[in-house]
T-cell receptor, first 117, second 111 residues
């Protein structure tokens, strides 16, 4: 069964702490994503990676960074956590389709609920 | 720019009722359209998709038809069950990775 695994389901951190959220996929997908999910706002893209060591900013990258050293692993880093980063974080992966055939399904992990006090 | 608008929730229905969740989109070109479902405590999973105009996606009794003339992709099910209680997200993809999600509609089905 294909799987995207997020390392922590629930985290509680203090303001100013450095936070690492880890994500691993076993589908050999090139593309990996970090989204943030907040009530009434849907899913917002934080960062995207299309290959090892490659990354692109999404819609809300401020306060976040990412690392992709291996194809299967994509990490989200909060350098100095703040209370407004309390949220549900979702990792996803996909395989890029051939040019002109943009039908790629996203596969999601179960989410990491982060609370910053 | 590209966007997805779906009806506000929550939607509360009795078991075996008919379900419609409205979704409209704004996009350049011809995006693929998706419905994702998020069950309590889980991540999102693909429910169905349609890749071109007039395509009908279907899965688990749910259906949605890609209507280019009305830029809509409404989700329907003839008879909902308690197990369908979840949050439903309409989404589109343009380019090779740019996904746009709606804000989600929570469905609660009562026995």
């Amino acid at each position: 069964d294909v799987k995207v695994t997020q390392s922590s389901r629930y985290l509680v951190k203090r303001t100013g702490e450095k936070v690492f959220l880890e994500c691993v996929q076993d589908m050999d997908h090139e593309n990996m994503f970090w989204y943030r999910q907040d009530p009434g706002l849907g899913l917002r893209l934080i960062y995207f990676s299309y290959d090892v060591k490659m990354k692109e900013k999404g819609d809300i990258p401020e306060g976040y960074s990412v690392s992709r050293e291996k194809k299967e692993r994509f990490s989200l880093i909060l350098e100095s956590a703040s209370t407004n980063q309390t949220s549900m974080y979702l990792c996803a992966s996909s395989s890029p389709e051939l040019a002109g055939s943009n039908t790629g399904e996203l596969f999601f992990g179960e989410g990491s609920r982060l609370t910053v006090l | 720019g590209n966007s997805v608008t779906q009806m506000e929730g929550p939607v509360t229905l009795s078991e075996e009722a008919f379900l419609t969740i409205n979704c409209t989109y704004t996009a350049t070109g011809y995006p693929s359209l998706f419905w994702y479902v998020q069950y309590p405590g889980e991540g999102l999973q693909l429910l169905l998709k349609a890749t071109k105009a007039d395509d009908k996606g279907s899965n688990k009794g749910f259906e949605a038809t890609y209507r280019k003339e009305t830029t809509s992709f409404h989700l329907e099910k003839g008879s909902v069950q308690v197990s369908d209680s979840a949050v439903y997200f309409c989404a589109l993809i343009w380019g090779t990775y740019k996904y746009i999600f709606g804000t989600g509609t929570r469905l609660k089905v009562l026995a």
